[in-house]
């Protein structure tokens, strides 16, 4: 008996399987480059959104926040214009990053002058 009869030889895989691995693999890639890409849009888009939200008043005012001060209140003094307070106020959260109307003493604050 012949040895090269008893033992497995390896069997390379079909060319439709190896063109179908490679197929997964490019598709993987694709996804992963539109998810890069996705997220660095989100990032750039933010970053370019609060430049220019910062560009938008030409003048600004810094006010420190002492006790008693409430945002309302704050935005109804620099309110010259007779704007409504609400727009006042997101006009103040936006220019200082904030995400809720809660202020701290001694906190600084820049306010816009219209």
């Not at 704007?83 to 109307?101: E, F, P, Q, T, Y």
């Amino acid at each position: 008996m012949n040895k090269r009869s008893n033992t497995i030889s390896h069997v390379r895989p079909s060319a439709k399987r190896i063109y179908a691995r490679r197929k997964k693999k490019k598709n993987r890639r694709a996804i992963r480059c539109l998810i890069l890409i996705t997220i660095l849009s989100l990032i750039i888009g933010a970053a370019l959104s609060t430049a220019a939200n910062a560009n938008k008043f030409s003048e600004t005012d810094t006010v420190y926040i002492t006790n008693g001060d409430t945002l309302w209140s704050i935005a109804k003094d620099c309110n010259t214009e007779n704007r409504d307070i609400r727009s006042v106020m997101d006009d103040i959260m936006k220019l200082n990053g904030m995400h809720s109307a809660k202020l701290v003493i001694g906190e600084k604050l820049i306010i816009p002058v219209y």
